[in-house]
């Protein structure tokens, strides 16, 4: 899907400096991509956000409050939704299958009834993208946060302009990439429960130094066992970026995730014995594709983890 923005509209008396503004399109980094027509700075380079601060009690205290909100998004998940919140308290609550029209819903919320947009907060279940940033900037709000991730161009724009972009934020943790200076870190984090295995959504089932090992009981499979067509051949798992594998570099960031790994790769498996993983091989002959490897890994849980 493609979402298109139009800012400036058109008549048929056109000026000059207008059809200028509609010869130049940029696209944005939402869902695919959108069309922005115009500067896309031009809309937020003269807004002035407000020297706000977060503090991590209230990011802690909305974060809670929000997972634990009644909502279609925690019932049925597909849905997205947005909150405008006062310090840690939620105020306005909207849902839509776009997070676009979720963001916008808030800002008709914030218009029709007269609300001071100055000390509020934005958060989103969606990914921190340009359009968001700019969205977010347009309303007069200094901070957003989401629990999902970010996009390049949604960072850049947002340190630019001065906003506070706050992503990841799962339980105790979170991730400033902008705006850090609004940030006040006055909660003790032994009083912060992690987040419920009920509140998680689909890829957040993540590890921390206070969940012991092996509470998520999910062993994962490292699928390694095609031809590396696309690179020319070869062994594509030790293949080094900066001097290190990149077998390895999965391996430590997925083993915070799992409860154990398997290695689906094919040929002789003594070429990963350093790295201690049982290794299977695709049990269909003629190296078939990535499902040929899951196929595998399911044979193996079957007889190794019936628990899973």
Request: charged share 20%; aromatic share 6%.
């Amino acid at each position: 899907m493609t979402t298109t923005f139009r800012w400036w509209w058109c008549a048929p008396s056109t000026t000059p400096i207008s059809r200028q503004k509609l010869k130049k399109r940029t696209q944005t980094s939402g869902c695919a991509q959108g069309t922005a027509f115009g500067d896309l700075l031009e809309a937020v380079e003269s807004v002035a956000l407000p020297k706000a601060e977060l503090r991590t009690s209230w990011l802690y205290q909305m974060t809670h409050a929000i997972n634990t909100m009644p909502s279609l998004y925690l019932e049925a998940g597909a849905i997205h939704g947005c909150v405008l919140c006062k310090e840690g308290t939620p105020v306005c609550y909207t849902e839509d299958v776009g997070r676009h029209n979720a963001v916008d819903k808030i800002a008709g919320w914030i218009y029709r009834h007269g609300v001071d947009p100055a000390d509020k907060i934005l958060y989103t279940t969606g990914r921190l993208t340009s359009e968001m940033v700019i969205k977010t900037v347009r309303m007069g709000i200094p901070i957003l946060v989401s629990r999902s991730g970010f996009t390049a161009w949604g960072v850049e724009l947002a340190r630019q302009v001065g906003l506070t972009l706050v992503g990841r934020t799962r339980g105790k943790r979170f991730i400033a990439l902008s705006g850090q200076e609004r940030i006040v870190f006055d909660q003790n984090l032994d009083y912060v429960e992690e987040e419920s295995a009920r509140h998680k959504r689909k890829g957040e089932s993540v590890t921390t130094d206070a969940t012991p090992r092996g509470a998520l009981d999910i062993p994962g499979v490292l699928l390694a066992g095609g031809l590396a067509r696309r690179m020319g051949g070869g062994d594509k798992p030790m293949r080094t970026i900066a001097g290190r594998t990149i077998l390895d570099r999965v391996i430590a960031r997925l083993t915070p995730q799992c409860d154990g790994l398997i290695l689906n790769a094919n040929g002789d498996p003594a070429r990963f014995a350093a790295f201690g993983l049982p290794v299977i091989a695709d049990g269909v002959a003629d190296f078939p594709g990535p499902l040929a490897g899951i196929l595998a890994a399911l044979d193996w849980a079957a007889a190794n983890r019936p628990d899973v």
